[in-house]
């Protein structure tokens, strides 16, 4: 079965143990700023809402990499970026719509979500469950489920 | 190691920043943060210094977990004189601005001096500049955070700042960082504007990766996790009613002081509680509660985010306070309603909401205006004086003198120096509810007796953050003991002293003690930092730092005769609860506590202590 990050940004607190797992993963350090996966304060209506690749199928980072530095992992599906290809041109940051590849400084390289290989360290340091890796044929399951409970899992009128 | 090893060292009278390698022999006997930091300022600053002169220094301190997978590890101190007391003065704050100084290499950042002009700290890694802020100068805490990332054209700056309440000299203002935490108490943002410092705004990218055992840190940091998962207290209670789940338990058993003390109940406790921040307005339809929130690393996230309803008498003309931000924890509840007897939920959220936008303390702020109130009811305070009628349960009165107090206007300006010197000038020295001069938290000796002793030895002042035995004497955690007896309570308060030190100087939040013991910080730190970091060993640190902050106090004249409760709790007994009848029985649990201290009559250290602590 092919799985998906699942993100459940009312279950946010914005406690950042996703973007130190991340990191620790990738780069054995606790350190959000190399983290790809990002959690946003919009600390106006007081939402957290963790963000990272959704692993498009028809990825615009591959397409428009140059070098074919970015293949899809057979197991998992994710967009892995193979980094000896890689030469940093960041023309993949720039097709992404939606901003989840970005450059590296200090690698010279572009980084983005790999799910871990299959098991991605942000959803096992996910403290309430914001954060999970489920089927990805079923990420609508449990609003499915909670709409369900709202129209039939109530007492019968007779 | 996770020590970043390396501290900044700002003269804000040169205008210098420089580097210095962080004493691993102190880092080895006072682990960090609150403990290292002191070690550093009680070695450095005159015990006898003017807290507001440049020669006081104030010191902001990560803990060796502080930026690391241990839950909580988040936190900072800031460490000085305080104003407000003359004691040493150590405010923990949580959410992100702490991991962010560690993300850039820094254990801490001494100030010192004071800068001709107001300056900010932009420290981005390794590069530290000291920039004007006279544009920033009359700005508040959630003006000054977007400025500084809008002029650096970065948004994930972290700042740590005052508002107007730190530059206008309350004697308890606060620092606050990303925009609704804060190092609260005891006036440490007062000390902050005397230096003419306004921000340290902070980006940091290195990160932490110095652990001494990763694999061995990992397993300890997700065992202790389940532990907080699992307790009632912080898997369930914190996250849904934040520390607000206090104030029925509190009211109930008769410890909720109310009206400045007069006494420990209060009728209105229920329409301030926790419970309460989640029932629909009758107005609007909706709660005041919005959502939980953690600070960094905290899995816990008893953070409480709430919005005012925006046709509120407080706040209907002012679009600005309509937003989500930092809602009432238990103590600010308490000190801007109980101990005013205003009962308003709303106008105590705007209160808060205030305190948090100019930087100061709602507890100080608080009963300091309980004492107003009953001054004003005693006919020693008039409206002329105070720009409006003060009785108690006026929630005009206290949404007015927050306005004037934050910003050093009118009245504000004598409220703005605490309730001792206030009740001092008017002749009422007697009802200033405070220790050392700073005002009370929340909860009534008279009811939990262990608090008592609690507040009368507090190396800062009054406070409930240095010794909880409420957990003990209410909760039940670690072990159940009476709260109306005064029998065990010096060991306990003892024990509890010496181990939130250790929780203070580590990097995590006291809140985790509800579930964790010292046990459960152990191998953390151990992991982290050093093998020797033993059960034994950390015990006795824990009681080292305790003594070292005494002996500060000590040396700045504090003396056994400072180690006492206003006269109002030891001899007007509690009128109504569990605890009727009861006066504190200080005077039965001093003498014992300082002999468990090792300390002398007059509550000095004796030799022998020294040498068996090292000091």
Known sequence: ?158 | MSWARRILRVNLTEGTCAAEPLNMQWARAYIGQRGLATKYFVSEVDAKVDPLSPENKIIFATGPLTGTMASTGGRYSVITKGPLTGAIACSNSGGYWGAELKMAGWDMIIFEGKSPKPVYLYLENDTALLLDAGWLWGKSVWETEPALRAKHQDPQIRVSSIGRAGETGCLYAAVVNDLHRAAGRSGVGTVMGSKNLKAIAVRGTKGVSNIRDFPEFMKATTAAKKVLADHPVTGQGLPKYGTQVLMNVINEIGALPTRNHREVQFEGAKNISGEAMHEPRKTDGKPNLVTNQACFGCTIACGRISKLDEGHFTVKTRPEYWGASGGLEYEAAWALGSANGVNDLETLTYANFVCNEQGMDPISFGATVGAVMELFEMGVLKKEQLGIDAPFGSAQALAHFVEVTVKGEGFGKEIALGSKRLTAKYGHPDLSMSVKGQEFPAYDSRGIQGMGLTYATSNRGACHLRSYTVASEVLGIPVKTDPLVTEGKPALVKAFQDATAIFDSAGICLFTSFAWTLADVQPQLAAACLQEFTMDELALIGERIWNLERDFNNRAGFTSKDDNLPKRLLTEPAKTGPAKGKVSGLDKMLPEYYELRGWDKNGQLKPETRARLKL
């Not at chain 1, 990272?52 to 028809?58: A, L, R, S, V, W």
């Not at chain 1, 993949?92 to 360290?121: E, H, M, R």
């Open chain 1, 1 to 158: 079965m092919q799985k998906s990050l699942h993100i459940n940004p009312d279950k946010c607190t914005g406690c950042m143990q996703c973007e130190m797992a991340c990191s620790y993963e990738n780069y054995a350090a606790f350190n959000p700023s190399m983290s790809r996966i990002k959690v946003f304060d919009f600390h106006h209506s007081g939402k957290k809402v963790p963000y990272t690749c959704t692993q498009c199928d028809e990825a615009w980072c591959m397409r428009a990499c140059p070098v074919d530095a970015i293949k899809t992992d057979a197991a998992t599906g994710a967009k892995i970026v193979l980094e000896a290809a890689c030469v940093g041109c960041k023309v993949c940051t720039i097709a992404c719509p939606f901003g989840t590849v970005n450059y590296v400084f200090s690698t010279g390289k572009v980084q983005k979500c790999d799910l871990c290989g299959g098991a991605p360290a942000c959803a096992v340091a996910c403290p309430t469950g914001a954060i999970t890796y489920v089927d990805a044929a079923w990420t609508g399951l449990e609003r499915m489920k909670q709409w369900a409970a709202k129209t039939g899992d109530q007492p019968r009128a007779s």
